[in-house]
């Protein structure tokens, strides 16, 4: 670790990886490069997802736009769209995938390949936030950026939520 040369300036190296296992489908390690370097409208995060993995569920997002800038290995973008259905689009080490904010376009990175698939994905850091989660039927709101409540994210800065029945807007009033 060295000293910072400047509060906006970072180098990865100078961050610890910080791991995240989930199940049997979930693993990953990330340094969160935005956060460290003060950035307060665009994050930016370095991840390492291990062979068989993904670090995040299907979801799409409704404020925040992402793009992902793969620095080594291949994996497989599943993306929906609501006038197409469901893809799964082949990426490696070099694409630059640019995920933008609607409820109608979900996607998931998962690694596909023999090596480690690492990559930049940078996003907007837009709040609130809602997110969507196909394939469980959760609907998540995220009320403010990077919640100390991290990564059980049950208490009050994020919220989620079985999408199967809707209330009333007056009942319980």
């Known amino acids: 670790m060295s000293k910072q040369r400047h509060p906006h300036i970072i180098h990865s190296d ?3 990886w910080v791991p995240m296992e989930q199940g049997e489908r979930f693993a990953s390690k990330s340094k969160r490069l935005g956060a460290a370097a003060g950035a307060a409208q665009i994050g930016c995060s370095l991840y390492a997802v291990p062979p068989g993995k993904t670090a995040f569920p299907y979801h799409a997002h409704a404020a925040n736009e992402e793009a992902i800038y793969i620095l080594a290995g291949e994996g497989r973008l599943r993306l929906g769209n609501a006038e197409t259905g469901e893809e799964s689009i082949a990426v490696r080490s ?80």
């Open 14 to 16: 100078d961050l610890d």
């Open 94 to 173: 070099g694409d630059y995938i640019v995920l933008p904010a609607h409820l109608n376009n979900p996607h998931q990175l998962i690694n596909n390949g023999q090596t480690d698939l690492t990559y930049l994905c940078f996003s907007t850091l837009q709040y609130p936030e809602i997110a969507t989660y196909p394939d469980s039927d959760k609907v998540g709101m995220l009320l403010t950026n990077h919640p100390s409540d991290w990564p059980a994210m049950r208490g009050r800065g994020f919220k989620l939520l079985k999408d199967t029945e809707s209330l009333g807007y007056y009942d319980g009033e």
